[in-house]
């Protein structure tokens, strides 16, 4: 489960720079006024990639607590 958690952290990642780069890429092409809203997508990747971050070190340090308390 870690090595699937650790891949779809990358994959949020992903998406984030290269909907970012379609969307600049696009908005210089024909105009930022229609590609503008765009960003969202980006900015909900992104935001997504630091929330499981976030959680991910929130369950390692669940699960160290476990085991320490476990060894007690």
């Known amino acids: 489960m870690n090595k699937y958690n650790k891949v779809m952290l990358y994959v949020w990642l992903f998406v984030a720079v290269a909907s970012f780069i379609i969307v600049t890429v696009m908005g210089f092409k024909e105009g930022f006024d229609r590609w503008f809203s765009s960003y969202v997508l980006s ?26 308390s476990k060894e007690k």
Request: aromatic share 16%; charged share 20%; net charge positive.
């Open 43 to 68: 900015a909900i990747a992104l935001l997504m990639f630091f929330v499981r971050k976030w959680m991910m070190n929130r369950m390692q340090k669940h699960m160290d607590y476990l085991n320490s």
